[in-house]
């Protein structure tokens, strides 16, 4: 007897609050254009990036002779420089602050904000 009241119950309260869903649907939809238009301008960004590395050097490994270079100390980089990784180096991040950077890990995992890895060798610091 109890699920017969119980589905009638839950039916009228879906409804009363269909409004309340409609609004969490639209805001829902508001947030996903706006990540849209965030990952629309973080392609843009690596796409102008990729072609300021182009112009100075062919490879990772010979961008990390590029630049002023940093100490090895996490703590001294500052959002926007070139974070080496590996050694023979072989991966580049953009650091943007707070121990995170924005990458291209791999061919199928686009373009992503990730922590540094443990792996992190050196970093450069292009535009003074």
Not at 70 to 89: I, R
Request: glycine residues 8%; contains cysteine; proline residues 3%.
């Amino acid at each position: 007897m109890a699920c017969a009241i119980a589905a009638p119950a839950i039916a009228g309260l879906a409804s009363a609050n269909s409004p309340a869903i409609d609004t969490a649907k639209s805001q829902a939809e508001a947030l996903r254009a706006q990540i849209d238009v965030l990952d629309a301008q973080v392609e843009a960004a690596v796409e102008t990036y990729d072609t300021a590395t182009a112009k100075l050097d062919e490879t990772e490994a010979a961008a990390a002779d590029n630049g002023h270079k940093l100490a090895a100390a996490q703590a001294d980089l500052q959002p926007g420089d070139l974070v080496f990784f590996f050694d023979p180096v072989h991966h580049v991040g953009i650091y943007i602050g707070s121990g995170q950077m924005v990458d291209a890990a791999g061919t199928g995992k686009g373009v992503r904000i990730d922590y540094l890895w443990s792996s992190y060798n050196c970093a450069r610091r292009i535009l003074q």
